[in-house]
Protein backbone atom coordinates (compact mmCIF):
# COMPACT_ATOMS: atom_id res chain seq x y z
CA UNK A 1 0.00 0.00 0.00
CA UNK A 2 3.13 2.36 1.44
CA UNK A 3 4.36 2.03 -2.27
CA UNK A 4 1.56 3.56 -4.12
CA UNK A 5 0.10 6.40 -1.74
CA UNK A 6 3.79 7.50 -0.66
CA UNK A 7 4.52 9.03 -3.90
CA UNK A 8 2.81 11.94 -3.32
CA UNK A 9 5.97 12.67 -1.07
CA UNK A 10 8.10 13.49 -3.61
CA UNK A 11 11.56 13.58 -4.18
CA UNK A 12 14.25 14.05 -1.85
CA UNK A 13 15.36 18.09 -1.37
CA UNK A 14 18.63 18.96 -1.77
CA UNK A 15 20.99 19.20 0.95
CA UNK A 16 22.11 22.59 2.85
CA UNK A 17 25.33 23.88 1.01
CA UNK A 18 28.66 23.60 1.80
CA UNK A 19 28.19 27.86 0.66
CA UNK A 20 24.94 28.33 2.64
CA UNK A 21 27.11 26.87 5.80
CA UNK A 22 30.02 29.14 5.58
CA UNK A 23 27.46 32.31 4.58
CA UNK A 24 25.63 30.99 8.19
CA UNK A 25 29.05 31.45 9.78
CA UNK A 26 29.89 35.05 8.31
CA UNK A 27 27.03 36.14 9.92
CA UNK A 28 27.65 35.23 12.97
CA UNK A 29 31.29 36.35 12.52
CA UNK A 30 30.39 39.55 11.68
CA UNK A 31 28.87 39.96 15.13
CA UNK A 32 31.73 39.23 16.91
CA UNK A 33 35.00 41.13 18.15
CA UNK A 34 38.23 40.14 16.47
CA UNK A 35 39.83 38.68 19.60
CA UNK A 36 36.57 36.50 20.24
CA UNK A 37 36.63 32.50 20.31
CA UNK A 38 33.27 30.82 19.63
CA UNK A 39 33.37 27.01 20.54
CA UNK A 40 30.15 25.08 19.92
CA UNK A 41 30.36 21.88 21.30
CA UNK A 42 28.09 18.82 20.81
CA UNK A 43 26.64 16.75 23.59
CA UNK A 44 28.05 13.17 24.50
CA UNK A 45 26.21 9.53 23.42
CA UNK A 46 23.97 9.14 25.93
CA UNK A 47 23.42 5.83 27.41
CA UNK A 48 19.67 4.12 27.58
CA UNK A 49 20.64 0.91 29.56
CA UNK A 50 23.95 -1.15 30.51
CA UNK A 51 26.10 -1.00 26.95
CA UNK A 52 23.28 0.16 24.87
CA UNK A 53 23.18 4.02 23.76
CA UNK A 54 20.19 6.37 22.73
CA UNK A 55 20.14 6.82 18.95
CA UNK A 56 22.81 9.85 18.60
CA UNK A 57 21.38 13.26 17.73
CA UNK A 58 23.77 16.35 17.53
CA UNK A 59 23.08 20.22 18.65
CA UNK A 60 21.12 21.90 16.32
CA UNK A 61 23.71 24.50 17.06
CA UNK A 62 26.83 22.25 15.06
CA UNK A 63 23.93 21.15 12.90
CA UNK A 64 23.54 24.63 11.93
CA UNK A 65 26.67 26.36 11.75
CA UNK A 66 28.34 23.17 9.80
CA UNK A 67 26.25 20.07 9.66
CA UNK A 68 28.39 17.93 11.47
CA UNK A 69 26.12 15.18 12.70
CA UNK A 70 28.95 13.12 14.97
CA UNK A 71 29.56 12.69 18.25
CA UNK A 72 33.03 13.61 19.97
CA UNK A 73 32.62 17.00 18.16
CA UNK A 74 33.71 20.70 19.01
CA UNK A 75 33.30 23.49 16.03
CA UNK A 76 35.69 26.49 16.51
CA UNK A 77 36.13 30.03 15.08
CA UNK A 78 38.55 32.77 15.85
CA UNK A 79 40.31 35.77 13.67
CA UNK A 80 43.74 35.30 12.49
CA UNK A 81 45.59 38.52 11.28
CA UNK A 82 41.55 39.81 9.95
CA UNK A 83 40.28 36.58 8.79
CA UNK A 84 38.12 34.30 10.23
CA UNK A 85 39.02 30.82 10.80
CA UNK A 86 36.92 27.98 11.46
CA UNK A 87 38.43 24.90 13.38
CA UNK A 88 36.43 21.02 13.47
CA UNK A 89 37.69 18.80 15.89
CA UNK A 90 36.38 15.18 15.40
CA UNK A 91 36.57 11.60 15.97
CA UNK A 92 39.33 10.18 14.05
CA UNK A 93 39.48 7.01 11.81
CA UNK A 94 39.95 3.67 13.93
CA UNK A 95 39.56 0.65 11.66
CA UNK A 96 38.46 -1.27 15.04
CA UNK A 97 35.89 0.88 16.07
CA UNK A 98 34.82 1.82 12.37
CA UNK A 99 34.00 -2.21 12.13
CA UNK A 100 32.10 -2.15 15.11
CA UNK A 101 30.38 1.56 14.44
CA UNK A 102 30.57 2.31 10.99
CA UNK A 103 32.63 4.54 9.13
CA UNK A 104 34.06 7.70 10.30
CA UNK A 105 34.67 10.80 7.87
CA UNK A 106 38.02 11.31 10.08
CA UNK A 107 40.43 15.06 9.65
CA UNK A 108 40.71 14.53 6.15
CA UNK A 109 37.04 14.03 5.47
CA UNK A 110 36.27 16.87 7.49
CA UNK A 111 38.47 19.17 5.60
CA UNK A 112 37.55 17.66 2.16
CA UNK A 113 33.79 17.18 2.47
CA UNK A 114 32.46 19.84 5.52
CA UNK A 115 32.85 23.86 5.39
CA UNK A 116 35.68 24.08 7.68
CA UNK A 117 39.55 25.38 7.01
CA UNK A 118 41.11 22.94 9.40
CA UNK A 119 40.20 19.83 11.49
CA UNK A 120 41.88 17.38 14.06
CA UNK A 121 41.56 13.94 15.97
CA UNK A 122 39.71 14.78 19.36
CA UNK A 123 42.26 13.57 21.13
CA UNK A 124 44.23 16.71 20.16
CA UNK A 125 41.21 19.19 21.68
CA UNK A 126 42.95 20.25 24.59
CA UNK A 127 46.80 21.20 23.35
CA UNK A 128 44.95 23.43 20.06
CA UNK A 129 41.81 24.80 22.27
CA UNK A 130 44.02 25.64 25.33
CA UNK A 131 46.52 27.51 22.53
CA UNK A 132 43.33 29.04 21.62
CA UNK A 133 41.66 30.35 24.78
CA UNK A 134 45.26 32.06 25.75
CA UNK A 135 44.82 34.41 22.83
CA UNK A 136 41.03 35.43 23.43
CA UNK A 137 39.33 37.55 25.37
CA UNK A 138 35.71 36.80 25.43
CA UNK A 139 34.63 33.28 24.66
CA UNK A 140 31.29 32.06 23.27
CA UNK A 141 30.38 29.35 24.56
CA UNK A 142 27.50 27.44 25.87
CA UNK A 143 28.80 25.62 29.49
CA UNK A 144 27.43 22.58 30.53
CA UNK A 145 27.51 20.56 27.32
CA UNK A 146 31.23 19.19 27.50
CA UNK A 147 32.27 19.20 30.45
CA UNK A 148 35.88 18.82 28.69
CA UNK A 149 35.73 22.03 27.57
CA UNK A 150 33.76 23.48 30.30
CA UNK A 151 37.29 22.64 32.48
CA UNK A 152 39.44 23.69 29.72
CA UNK A 153 37.74 27.30 29.79
CA UNK A 154 37.25 27.57 33.51
CA UNK A 155 40.60 26.93 33.78
CA UNK A 156 42.08 29.54 31.28
CA UNK A 157 39.44 31.97 32.73
CA UNK A 158 41.37 31.41 36.42
CA UNK A 159 44.88 31.21 35.24
CA UNK A 160 47.12 33.88 36.55
CA UNK A 161 50.71 33.63 34.79
CA UNK A 162 53.27 35.83 34.52
CA UNK A 163 53.01 35.99 30.84
CA UNK A 164 49.56 36.78 31.07
CA UNK A 165 49.72 39.59 33.13
CA UNK A 166 52.76 41.15 31.67
CA UNK A 167 51.01 40.62 27.88
CA UNK A 168 47.03 40.79 29.04
CA UNK A 169 46.32 37.73 27.28
CA UNK A 170 43.86 35.17 28.02
CA UNK A 171 39.90 34.91 28.32
CA UNK A 172 38.28 37.69 30.40
CA UNK A 173 34.92 36.71 30.03
CA UNK A 174 32.37 33.82 28.95
CA UNK A 175 29.82 34.59 26.69
CA UNK A 176 26.60 32.33 25.62
CA UNK A 177 26.27 32.52 21.82
CA UNK A 178 22.97 31.07 21.44
CA UNK A 179 21.33 34.88 21.15
CA UNK A 180 23.16 35.35 18.43
CA UNK A 181 22.84 32.13 17.04
CA UNK A 182 18.92 32.08 17.37
CA UNK A 183 18.29 34.73 15.60
CA UNK A 184 19.92 33.73 12.46
CA UNK A 185 18.02 30.36 12.69
CA UNK A 186 14.57 32.28 13.03
CA UNK A 187 14.17 33.33 9.93
CA UNK A 188 14.72 29.84 7.43
CA UNK A 189 16.53 29.96 3.92
CA UNK A 190 14.92 28.72 0.63
CA UNK A 191 16.99 25.67 1.21
CA UNK A 192 16.30 24.83 4.88
CA UNK A 193 11.84 26.18 3.49
CA UNK A 194 12.55 23.11 0.77
CA UNK A 195 13.66 20.57 3.57
CA UNK A 196 11.09 21.86 6.58
CA UNK A 197 8.19 21.01 3.61
CA UNK A 198 9.06 17.34 2.87
CA UNK A 199 9.61 16.78 6.23
CA UNK A 200 5.87 18.11 6.35
CA UNK A 201 5.00 16.20 3.27
CA UNK A 202 6.45 12.99 5.26
CA UNK A 203 4.17 13.71 7.97
CA UNK A 204 1.34 14.57 6.19
CA UNK A 205 1.18 10.96 4.77
CA UNK A 206 1.63 9.61 8.12
CA UNK A 207 -1.46 10.79 9.09
CA UNK A 208 -3.29 10.07 6.33
CA UNK A 209 -1.97 6.05 6.82
CA UNK A 210 -3.16 6.09 10.43
CA UNK A 211 -6.75 7.75 9.36
CA UNK A 212 -7.32 4.69 7.11
CA UNK A 213 -5.54 2.35 9.86
CA UNK A 214 -8.22 3.81 12.44
CA UNK A 215 -11.05 1.20 13.04
CA UNK A 216 -12.85 0.45 16.32
CA UNK A 217 -10.36 -1.65 18.72
CA UNK A 218 -6.93 -0.28 16.77
CA UNK A 219 -4.48 0.16 19.32
CA UNK A 220 -3.02 3.31 19.91
CA UNK A 221 0.27 1.61 19.93
CA UNK A 222 -0.55 0.07 16.47
CA UNK A 223 -1.30 3.66 14.66
CA UNK A 224 2.14 5.01 16.25
CA UNK A 225 3.62 1.69 14.75
CA UNK A 226 2.22 3.17 11.66
CA UNK A 227 3.13 6.64 11.79
CA UNK A 228 6.47 5.88 12.83
CA UNK A 229 7.12 3.13 9.89
CA UNK A 230 5.97 5.78 7.33
CA UNK A 231 8.59 8.23 8.89
CA UNK A 232 11.32 5.42 8.72
CA UNK A 233 10.07 4.03 4.63
CA UNK A 234 10.23 7.59 3.45
CA UNK A 235 13.93 8.18 4.78
CA UNK A 236 13.36 10.49 7.47
CA UNK A 237 15.71 10.41 10.99
CA UNK A 238 12.00 9.51 13.06
CA UNK A 239 10.59 11.43 14.82
CA UNK A 240 10.79 15.13 15.97
CA UNK A 241 8.98 14.33 19.36
CA UNK A 242 7.59 11.45 20.82
CA UNK A 243 4.13 10.77 19.42
CA UNK A 244 0.79 11.57 20.78
CA UNK A 245 -1.35 8.97 19.89
CA UNK A 246 -4.75 9.42 21.81
CA UNK A 247 -8.27 8.16 21.90
CA UNK A 248 -11.18 8.76 24.02
CA UNK A 249 -10.60 11.34 27.28
CA UNK A 250 -7.44 10.16 26.39
CA UNK A 251 -6.98 12.55 23.64
CA UNK A 252 -7.91 15.83 26.37
CA UNK A 253 -4.55 14.89 27.80
CA UNK A 254 -2.36 17.51 25.65
CA UNK A 255 0.81 15.47 26.24
CA UNK A 256 -0.44 12.14 26.31
CA UNK A 257 2.50 9.56 24.75
CA UNK A 258 1.66 6.54 26.93
CA UNK A 259 -0.09 5.29 23.25
CA UNK A 260 -0.94 2.13 25.36
CA UNK A 261 -4.97 2.35 25.42
CA UNK A 262 -7.37 0.50 22.82
CA UNK A 263 -9.24 3.28 20.60
CA UNK A 264 -13.41 2.37 20.73
CA UNK A 265 -16.83 3.12 18.41
CA UNK A 266 -17.67 6.46 18.84
CA UNK A 267 -14.52 8.05 20.46
CA UNK A 268 -12.72 10.99 18.62
CA UNK A 269 -8.72 10.10 18.31
CA UNK A 270 -6.66 12.85 18.63
CA UNK A 271 -2.64 12.51 16.87
CA UNK A 272 0.41 14.61 17.28
CA UNK A 273 3.03 13.36 15.34
CA UNK A 274 6.23 15.14 13.48
CA UNK A 275 8.92 13.69 11.76
CA UNK A 276 12.99 15.03 11.18
CA UNK A 277 14.34 15.21 8.31
CA UNK A 278 17.74 16.45 7.77
CA UNK A 279 17.43 17.53 11.28
CA UNK A 280 14.25 19.50 10.06
CA UNK A 281 11.09 18.87 12.39
CA UNK A 282 7.49 18.73 10.87
CA UNK A 283 4.64 19.10 13.87
CA UNK A 284 1.17 18.10 12.79
CA UNK A 285 -2.06 17.49 14.56
CA UNK A 286 -5.52 16.09 13.31
CA UNK A 287 -8.41 14.71 14.73
CA UNK A 288 -10.82 11.98 13.85
CA UNK A 289 -13.28 9.66 14.91
CA UNK A 290 -12.53 6.26 15.19
CA UNK A 291 -15.52 4.66 13.36
CA UNK A 292 -15.36 7.25 10.57
CA UNK A 293 -18.17 9.04 10.84
CA UNK A 294 -17.77 12.46 13.18
CA UNK A 295 -21.29 12.28 15.70
CA UNK A 296 -23.44 15.55 15.55
CA UNK A 297 -21.76 17.06 18.81
CA UNK A 298 -17.85 15.53 17.95
CA UNK A 299 -18.88 17.84 14.12
CA UNK A 300 -19.74 21.03 16.40
CA UNK A 301 -16.82 21.30 18.50
CA UNK A 302 -14.27 20.03 15.16
CA UNK A 303 -15.83 22.77 13.18
CA UNK A 304 -15.42 25.59 15.49
CA UNK A 305 -11.75 24.61 16.10
CA UNK A 306 -11.14 24.83 12.00
CA UNK A 307 -12.56 27.83 11.83
CA UNK A 308 -10.44 28.79 14.76
CA UNK A 309 -7.47 27.84 12.89
CA UNK A 310 -8.64 28.65 9.34
CA UNK A 311 -8.73 32.54 11.11
CA UNK A 312 -5.45 32.24 13.00
CA UNK A 313 -3.60 30.79 9.95
CA UNK A 314 -4.53 33.75 8.05
CA UNK A 315 -3.32 36.22 10.66
CA UNK A 316 0.65 34.58 10.19
CA UNK A 317 1.26 37.84 7.25
CA UNK A 318 4.53 40.01 6.90
CA UNK A 319 4.29 42.79 9.67
CA UNK A 320 1.36 41.07 12.22
CA UNK A 321 2.55 40.88 15.50
CA UNK A 322 3.37 37.19 16.42
CA UNK A 323 0.56 36.45 18.93
CA UNK A 324 -1.91 37.81 16.29
CA UNK A 325 -3.21 33.92 15.48
CA UNK A 326 -3.37 33.20 19.20
CA UNK A 327 -5.49 36.34 19.84
CA UNK A 328 -7.77 35.38 16.16
CA UNK A 329 -8.17 31.05 17.47
CA UNK A 330 -9.03 32.54 21.05
CA UNK A 331 -12.04 34.89 19.45
CA UNK A 332 -13.24 32.29 17.05
CA UNK A 333 -13.29 29.37 20.05
CA UNK A 334 -15.09 31.73 22.50
CA UNK A 335 -17.63 32.69 19.74
CA UNK A 336 -18.13 29.28 19.29
CA UNK A 337 -18.60 27.64 22.38
CA UNK A 338 -20.98 30.96 23.38
CA UNK A 339 -23.11 29.79 20.83
CA UNK A 340 -23.27 26.35 21.40
CA UNK A 341 -24.33 27.40 25.29
CA UNK A 342 -20.64 25.61 26.56
CA UNK A 343 -19.33 29.31 27.68
CA UNK A 344 -22.51 31.28 29.48
CA UNK A 345 -20.43 34.65 29.50
CA UNK A 346 -20.07 37.19 26.87
CA UNK A 347 -17.34 37.85 24.52
CA UNK A 348 -15.03 39.82 26.64
CA UNK A 349 -15.83 37.95 29.44
CA UNK A 350 -14.90 34.90 28.08
CA UNK A 351 -11.43 36.21 26.76
CA UNK A 352 -10.36 37.63 29.70
CA UNK A 353 -7.78 36.16 31.88
CA UNK A 354 -10.17 34.38 34.13
CA UNK A 355 -12.55 33.64 31.81
CA UNK A 356 -14.27 30.52 30.68
CA UNK A 357 -12.69 29.95 27.32
CA UNK A 358 -9.32 29.10 29.55
CA UNK A 359 -11.66 26.14 30.78
CA UNK A 360 -11.62 24.09 27.74
CA UNK A 361 -8.37 25.91 25.91
CA UNK A 362 -5.44 26.28 27.83
CA UNK A 363 -2.68 26.43 25.61
CA UNK A 364 -1.01 28.85 23.27
CA UNK A 365 -1.65 28.65 19.43
CA UNK A 366 1.21 27.99 18.23
CA UNK A 367 5.65 28.10 18.01
CA UNK A 368 8.56 28.66 16.03
CA UNK A 369 9.40 25.41 14.29
CA UNK A 370 12.94 24.02 12.24
CA UNK A 371 16.09 22.56 13.89
CA UNK A 372 13.68 22.17 17.19
CA UNK A 373 10.19 20.91 17.45
CA UNK A 374 10.16 23.92 19.89
CA UNK A 375 12.57 26.37 17.82
CA UNK A 376 14.70 29.13 19.19
CA UNK A 377 13.78 32.57 18.80
CA UNK A 378 12.75 34.67 21.56
CA UNK A 379 8.95 35.70 21.26
CA UNK A 380 8.62 39.20 22.73
CA UNK A 381 12.07 40.86 22.55
CA UNK A 382 11.53 44.08 24.93
CA UNK A 383 8.51 42.99 26.37
CA UNK A 384 6.64 43.35 23.20
CA UNK A 385 5.00 40.38 20.85
CA UNK A 386 7.62 40.11 17.83
CA UNK A 387 6.39 41.05 14.26
CA UNK A 388 6.56 38.22 11.97
CA UNK A 389 8.70 38.37 8.63
CA UNK A 390 9.94 36.56 5.44
CA UNK A 391 11.13 33.63 6.26
CA UNK A 392 9.39 32.64 9.87
CA UNK A 393 8.04 28.95 9.95
CA UNK A 394 5.41 28.75 13.39
CA UNK A 395 2.61 26.02 14.18
CA UNK A 396 -0.91 26.95 14.46
CA UNK A 397 -2.77 24.35 16.56
CA UNK A 398 -5.64 25.58 18.45
CA UNK A 399 -8.03 22.67 20.56
CA UNK A 400 -10.56 22.41 22.47
CA UNK A 401 -10.47 19.43 25.29
CA UNK A 402 -13.55 18.48 27.28
CA UNK A 403 -12.23 16.24 29.54
CA UNK A 404 -15.36 14.24 31.67
CA UNK A 405 -12.30 13.16 34.31
CA UNK A 406 -11.10 16.44 35.68
CA UNK A 407 -12.63 17.40 39.26
CA UNK A 408 -12.20 20.82 38.55
CA UNK A 409 -14.91 21.62 35.98
CA UNK A 410 -18.23 20.19 34.96
CA UNK A 411 -17.98 18.74 31.66
CA UNK A 412 -21.03 19.77 29.36
CA UNK A 413 -22.49 15.78 28.68
CA UNK A 414 -23.19 16.39 25.19
CA UNK A 415 -19.31 17.12 24.48
CA UNK A 416 -17.70 14.66 27.18
CA UNK A 417 -14.25 13.26 26.31
CA UNK A 418 -13.98 14.88 23.11
CA UNK A 419 -10.48 16.39 22.72
CA UNK A 420 -9.78 18.56 18.87
CA UNK A 421 -6.71 19.86 18.13
CA UNK A 422 -5.75 20.76 14.39
CA UNK A 423 -2.42 21.82 13.66
CA UNK A 424 -0.29 22.86 10.55
CA UNK A 425 2.94 24.29 9.63
CA UNK A 426 2.84 27.94 8.50
CA UNK A 427 5.66 29.91 6.48
CA UNK A 428 5.01 33.69 6.60
CA UNK A 429 5.80 34.95 3.65
CA UNK A 430 5.61 38.36 1.69
CA UNK A 431 2.36 37.03 -0.29
CA UNK A 432 0.62 35.73 2.91
CA UNK A 433 0.77 32.38 4.91
CA UNK A 434 2.23 29.09 3.14
CA UNK A 435 0.75 25.83 5.33
CA UNK A 436 3.80 23.57 4.64
CA UNK A 437 1.59 20.87 5.49
CA UNK A 438 -1.09 21.13 3.43
CA UNK A 439 -1.30 17.62 2.26
CA UNK A 440 -2.37 17.05 5.55
CA UNK A 441 -6.73 16.70 5.25
CA UNK A 442 -8.92 18.61 7.71
CA UNK A 443 -12.10 18.93 6.52
CA UNK A 444 -14.54 16.45 8.24
CA UNK A 445 -15.72 15.44 4.57
CA UNK A 446 -12.00 14.63 3.74
CA UNK A 447 -11.52 13.29 6.55
CA UNK A 448 -14.37 10.97 6.90
CA UNK A 449 -13.17 9.72 3.33
CA UNK A 450 -9.85 8.75 4.12
CA UNK A 451 -10.67 6.68 7.69
CA UNK A 452 -11.33 2.90 7.62
CA UNK A 453 -10.22 2.65 4.22
CA UNK A 454 -7.18 0.62 4.36
Known sequence: MWDDSLQAVGDEPASISNEEYRARQS???????????????APHESTRSNDVHYPYRTSSEMM????????????CAFNEDG???????????????????????????????????VAYGHEELEDNLSQLLVQCSRVFVKMGVDENVDSLVEHEMKCNTRARQKFGTGP?????????????????????????????????QAHIQAMASTKPGVGEWQLEGIIEGVFK???????????????????????????????????????????????YASDITRSWPVNGKFSEAQAEIYQVVLDSQ????????????????????????????????????????ALATDGEL??????????????????????????????????MVLTVEPGLYFGAWRPDVDCPERYANIGIRIEDDVLVTKD??????????????????????A
Not at 64 to 75: M, S
Not at 360 to 386: C, E, F, K, S
Request: proline share 5%; with cysteine.
Open 27 to 41: RLFSQLRPNDLLIIT
Open 64 to 75: YLCGWEDPEAVF
Open 83 to 117: NWKSVLFVQPKDVLKEIWEGRRPGVEGAVKDWPID
Open 172 to 204: VSIVDPSAQINELRLRKSASEIEIMRHSAKIAS
Open 233 to 279: YCKSSGIAYPCIIGSGDNATVLHYTVNNDTCDDGEILLIDAGCEYNG
Open 310 to 349: IAAIDECRVGNAYDAPHLAARRVLAEGLIKLGVIKQDLDK
Open 358 to 391: NTWYMHNTGHWLGLDVHDVGIYRPDGQARLLEEG
Open 432 to 453: GPDVLSSDCPKTIANIESIVGT
